[in-house]
RNA sequence: GGGCGAUUAGCUCAGUUGGUAGAGCAGCGCAUUUACACUGCGAAGGUCGGGGGUUCAAAUCCCUCAUCGCCCACCA
């Protein structure tokens, strides 16, 4: 007996030395593959949030990225899989934030270096400790190329970009509405705002000789101008431009009416005021018609002078039912509807409304990176798996705004340009030369805003290789693949698409796979609060990571959510040992064989005269066609069926009275070499294990062994 | 208001060109001195959400309805 196979299999013994092994050969290192690797197959992986710990997401990222990999290396192929860590703007900052306020601290009362200074280092801890965590579910990638989305060369990357949009006329700094969280300082992207079903009181007012309706009295002490369509009836008698005297909240004041095709006759009695700082379709209306407008809610969720003395500086949440009332004694209120139900827009993290406000961003001209990007999907340049999520691609692409990338948030890349105090211009200056402004000569100052945090990691495929002039550029872009969660498809996905064509010129992947999120065992989505967040490494500890990363790939369908529990796990450590126990078998019963020559002409022969191979042949075409297809999940299962219920239950079993024969020795040691092989990206820590004990000649390390195909 | 997905064994889910339904877990019966009880063998369990259509043949394609879920959207 093989002193070394000792039932059952004991993971924790052997992940950690062959890890250790691998990553010492520098085969993770595509520089030192051997001769026969020479196309370039490569994969940047999603750098981690390094911001919290590893979660089941992670792992399941890990694990796809890692077998696309081994089996490239295996398959011949120059691999690279460059690891990373992201600072994570304002995911980082919203993090630490919590962290200060649980000290009793906050960050609006820090020397913004010392809180950039003390997020940094929360960020270095936690990315090395990531680092360790990603080692250990196996991940064979270069670690010689790790990159960090703040060090000085992405930066510069960045930078270079910034400018580039500049001077292209792809840029602008734009006085317009942006979502405004009050509780984070910062203005918010489209995508980093939810909508949730709300149900609020609906009030309708005499307005002159109008009736307006309005969920937000709060906002309606600016408003000068009605508006009703131009085509109802029911106002023929008014004209455009018309002025009217009408009492309202604080006395008496002079409105304008205005006619415009955006209103809704059908709703409400369909007159309408409107309040352009602080809504989106009335700023549009504004803008048509040219109409001067006026902040009402400052920055902080409190009403400004405009409101008069008894209102100024209250809160909104507050005021809101004092107007009521207020209106109300004056005789102004017409109805209350107590359940009107809506849409409220509210921060993603906080789940605070987002209070529109007008304010001075950067912006970018969206539309002519969608349509390049569009094009390089139509013609087939990159390739989504699934389809069903290139439709949605399509679909948001097609209907994209311009995209705000300034954020009011310290944890981020500054934003290189100088603002005039004067005019407002906005000027971009990456070397800190501009001394003035460039329009009227004013005085300026440093734009104190950061990036959105997209917006640099819209450019980590290139940026990592080292675009322009870098030797990684030059050979290994485009990239491969991308795989990612499809729950970032806009955000990150549709960004690297757009920058990475309009820096480059060409795609920054061939193939996009998108997986779907890790539920738990019930279908529930993970969260701290609810307490169902498992961690992935505990289960690598208790289960094997082989086990585990098993569990994540049968049956998990590309881009759909999966649900994840411990039985499932069980069972493939259950394979683990299967596997562990067929090769104690195999191999005790061919001790006699000693560096046996897969490449002799006597095994081939032996080899094509034996009819049970048939079978291993085809399951092993039939997976190397799943792989190259991006079906996982199926390929998983049948390497699983095939090791369990045809190696073991069949060949095995019926060899067993022939077993000294020397031919079904070989046999059989030649289907468990071609198991671990093809098993190998699977789970490489047991097949890399078992491979130290083959009796085979010319062995390496199984990790850059050939391809069984 | 649009778009998308799901509905298959008690539970969680696979099923890629249409050809007699699969896995894991749970449960049932039998088996234990030699690879493995983290096991083997055997049996049981589904009118593939409802209805309609195309076809020699549909879980698979088309239409429709129902329930659940997700995404997108500036109707006060």
């Known amino acids: 007996m093989n002193e070394k196979f000792l039932n059952p299999y004991d993971p924790q013994k052997t992940e950690k030395i062959n890890y250790k092994l691998w990553e010492e050969s520098g085969f993770f290192n595509p520089d030192k593959l051997p001769e026969r690797h020479q196309k ?38 120059k691999t690279l899989w460059v690891p990373g860590a992201d600072h994570a703007g304002f995911e980082t900052q919203v993090v630490y934030e919590k962290k200060l306020e649980k000290e009793g601290r906050s960050r609006f009362k820090m020397d913004p270096k010392e809180l950039y200074d003390e997020i940094m280092q929360f960020t270095l801890d936690n990315k090395s400790f990531m680092e360790n965590q990603v080692r250990s579910l196996g991940a064979s990638c270069d670690w010689s190329r790790e990159r960090f989305t703040l060090e000085p060369k992405i930066i510069e990357t960045v930078y270079e970009t910034f400018k580039k949009l500049s001077d292209d006329n792809l840029l602008y700094r734009g006085e317009k509405l942006v979502n405004w969280c009050s509780k984070h300082q910062t203005s918010l992207s489209e995508l980093e705002t939810d909508g949730v079903d709300k149900e609020d009181k609906f009030y309708t007012f005499q307005y002159g000789p109008f009736q307006i309706g309005t969920t937000r009295p709060e906002t309606k002490f600016g408003d000068k101008y009605v508006v009703m369509h131009p085509d109802d009836e029911r106002y023929k008698e008014y004209s455009h431009g018309q002025k009217i005297d009408l009492e309202w909240i604080n006395g008496p004041i002079t409105a304008t009416i205005i006619k415009d095709e955006a209103i809704d006759m059908k709703f409400g009695t369909g007159a309408m005021t409107i309040t352009p700082w602080h809504d989106t379709a009335d700023f549009e209306i504004a803008q048509r018609h040219n109409l001067d407008y006026e902040q009402i809610i400052d920055f902080y969720g409190k009403l400004l002078p405009i409101a008069g003395p008894e209102f100024e500086g209250k809160n909104i949440s507050v005021a809101r039912e004092e107007i009521v009332k207020k209106l ?12 009107f139900k809506h849409n409220v827009k509210v921060c993603y993290k906080c789940n605070r409304p987002i209070e529109p406000q007008i304010k001075a961003q950067w912006f970018i001209k969206t539309e002519p990176l969608t349509q390049k990007a569009l094009e390089a999907v139509e013609k087939g340049d ?67 805003d950061t990036f959105d945090t997209w917006f640099s990691s819209g450019q980590w495929p290139f940026a990592t290789l080292n675009f322009p002039e870098g030797k990684d550029f030059k050979g290994f872009y485009p990239t491969d693949v991308m795989e ?19 820096c480059t010129g060409e795609v920054p992947f061939k193939t996009i796979y998108l997986h779907g999120l890790v539920r738990d065992a019930k279908g529930k989505k993970m969260s701290k609060s609810v307490g169902n967040v498992v961690n992935p490494l505990e289960l690598s500890d208790k289960y094997g990571t082989d086990a585990l990363r098993m569990s994540l790939l049968v049956g998990n369908t590309p881009g759909t959510d999966m649900n994840l529990s411990e039985d499932k796990i069980k069972a493939y450590k259950k394979f683990a040992n299967k596997l562990w126990n067929i090769s104690r078998f195999v191999l005790d019963n061919t001790k006699d064989l000693n560096e046996v020559d897969l490449e002799s002409e006597d095994i081939k022969k032996l080899i094509n005269s034996n009819s049970e191979l048939i079978n291993l042949e085809k399951t092993i075409t039939d997976i190397t066609k799943d792989l190259d297809n991006f079906q996982f999940h199926i390929a998983s299962e049948k390497i699983y069926h095939y090791i369990w219920h045809e190696f073991a239950d069949k060949i095995i079993e019926e060899s067993k009275e022939k077993l000294d024969n020397s031919e079904t020795q070989l046999i059989l040691l030649y289907i468990l070499q071609i198991c671990l092989k093809t098993l190998h990206p699977f789970m490489p820590f047991i097949t890399e294990e078992i491979w130290k004990s083959m009796p085979i000649k010319n062995k390496k390390l199984l990790l850059i062994e050939e391809w069984p195909v």
């Open 40 to 77: 370039p197959f490569t994969i940047i992986m999603p750098p981690p949030n390094a911001n919290g710990s590893l979660h089941a997401g992670h792992a399941l990222f890990v694990t796809l990225e890692d077998l696309m990999i081994r089996y490239k290396r295996m398959q011949g192929f």
């Open 328 to 339: 109300d004694e004056k005789g102004l209120l017409v109805k209350t509807e107590e359940s």
């Open 382 to 448: 990159i390739k989504f798996v699934t389809e069903r999520h290139e439709r949605i691609f399509r679909h948001w692409m097609e209907n994209i705004h311009d995209w705000n990338i300034s954020r009011q948030i310290i944890w981020g890349i500054p934003i290189p340009a100088k603002i005039c105090l004067d005019c407002g211009e906005g000027m971009v200056d990456l070397d800190d030369s501009i001394s003035k402004c460039s329009k009227c000569g004013g005085k300026i100052e440093k734009d104190k």
């Open 484 to 502: 990612t969660g499809h729950d970032i498809l806009f955000f990150w996905v549709a960004r690297m698409i757009m920058l990475g064509i309009y």
